[in-house]
């Protein structure tokens, strides 16, 4: 079993910044995939950002504005969100499974998510 929690999250104006952190617990996230999905309201559950080990993955939504981190040693992965617009808003889930895949259903682990709101 893999605790995922979830911090960083709040109220930022269009064109700021936040990072989002996850913190794991119960086993190493070395062995594991970690990403970050998020949902807004009325939406399906998408995919932002992928850390399988050393490669990294973007949503073209994201591309070039996003950059997702892991530290291993501290069992914790890392979003930076820049250039944030109003169209980022949504919770903000990080989650962990053993394989790879952009499919959320995929996924084993899950956190409780962070909101994210972004103003215009």
């Known amino acids: 079993q893999v605790q995922l929690v979830e911090s960083g999250g709040g109220l930022v104006q269009a064109g700021g910044s936040l990072r989002l952190s996850c913190a794991a617990s119960?086993?190493?996230?070395?062995?594991?995939?970690m990403a970050w999905f998020r949902q807004a309201p009325g939406k399906e559950r998408e995919f932002v950002a992928g850390?399988?080990?050393?490669?990294?993955y973007y949503s073209d939504s994201v591309k070039g504005r996003f950059t997702v981190s892991r530290d291993n040693a501290k069992n914790t992965v890392y979003l930076q969100m820049n250039s944030l617009k109003t169209e980022d808003t949504a919770v903000y889930y990080c989650?962990?499974?053993?394989?790879?895949?952009?499919?959320?259903?995929?996924?084993?682990?899950w956190g409780q998510g962070t909101q994210v709101t972004v103003s215009s």
């Open positions: 989650a962990s499974t053993m394989g790879w895949s952009t499919r959320p259903q995929a996924w084993n682990y």
């Open positions: 119960g086993r190493p996230i070395v062995n594991y995939s």
């Open positions: 850390i399988p080990w050393s490669n990294t």
